[in-house]
């Protein structure tokens, strides 16, 4: 419990420096949203100045700082300048598809991940080894977006197997034929964001489980007789676990940032489409809105990878 109060103080200390540092960058951004030409080539200075007293952009950048964080604490991202509706409707609209496209690709990660490196560990030199590392090797050094590009000129122009872009072809009506319809239109960019994850998680599990597989422990439980499926049970995965759930926690950000270009290639409108176009587009309550959102879900990642660990083992403590 001890662990968890200070994971979470850690959460808001870190929440906050994020907040200043996102702040700033985005009021030093050589560009603004109300510069000459960006709403009204005929635009006047008096209505741009009467538009940034609206927005209360024509006080002091502390005093601007000030008043965001206060409506932030009460969830109030501000209004976004393009759309003029309220950034939290925007974000929220958007956030459950971004959500589902990188949970279960890091559930996919972690899955396949473990099982690949720990069957290259075990059969160490053999042709199945070989062939994961190469593959791992791969997926390591392509560039997702590079990836997307050919999966969709392959499958989606040339075969038409899978949808270009988009994740509905059909009304919501809610019958089954909509769900897997949905289904269906995520599955080149999960496979995108799969592929690009597996590479550096299968070589790092390959690793440990040579590294496992060389201890006095795994000696002596061949030396009691005990099968492979004992040895990987009790001995292999407990020491798997803590080293892969704290590498994926780390991955977070990672995965997360890599939406913002898949959901652009694939025309997903989710939180990642929404910050690309937002930053085209100089909407910087929706940017900054988008920043602290991730910020907050990376971090809560994290916090839930401790407790994961905290769980698997009581003696856990990095705080």
Not at 10 to 25: E, K, Q
Not at 46 to 61: F, M, Q, T, V
Not at 135 to 147: A, D
Not at 196 to 225: H, P
């Amino acid at each position: 419990m001890k662990l968890l109060f200070k994971k979470l103080f850690y959460l808001i200390i870190m929440l906050f420096i994020i907040s200043i540092i996102s702040f700033l960058a985005i009021n030093l951004a050589p560009n603004s949203f109300f510069a000459s030409g960006e709403l009204n080539p005929n635009i006047t200075k008096e209505s741009i100045e009467h538009l940034k007293a609206i927005y209360g952009l024509d006080k002091p950048l502390y005093m601007q700082y000030i008043s965001w964080l206060k409506a932030i604490l009460h969830l109030n991202f501000g209004i976004s300048f393009s759309s003029g509706s309220l950034v939290k409707d925007e974000i929220l609209q958007r956030l459950p598809i971004t959500l589902i496209l990188n949970i279960s690709s890091m559930i996919l990660i972690f899955v396949i991940s473990l099982y690949l490196g720990i069957k290259a560990a075990l059969n160490k030199s053999k042709t199945s080894d070989k062939v994961t590392t190469q593959l791992s090797l791969l997926s390591f050094s392509m560039p997702s977006f590079y990836l997307a590009l050919i999966l969709i000129l392959i499958f989606a122009v040339n075969l038409k197997i899978f949808p270009i872009a988009g994740v509905h072809s059909v009304k919501d009506d809610g019958s089954l034929t909509y769900y897997l319809d949905f289904i269906w239109h995520l599955i080149l960019p999960i496979f995108v964001i799969v592929f690009a994850g597996i590479g550096s998680l299968t070589l790092y599990v390959r690793s440990l489980v040579i590294e496992i597989l060389k201890s006095d422990y795994i000696f002596y439980a061949k030396a009691r007789g005990l099968s492979k499926k004992q040895i990987l049970r009790y001995y292999i995965l407990p020491n798997l676990y803590p080293p892969v759930i704290t590498l994926l926690g780390l991955s977070l950000p990672g995965v997360i940032g890599g939406s913002v270009i898949l959901e652009s290639i694939f025309s997903i409108d989710g939180m990642g489409l929404l910050f690309y176009k937002s930053a085209l587009a100089h909407d910087y309550p929706v940017i900054m809105g988008i920043l602290i959102i991730t910020a907050f879900l990376t971090l809560l990642g994290n916090i839930l990878a401790d407790v994961i660990l905290l769980k698997l083992n009581p003696n856990y403590n990095n705080a």
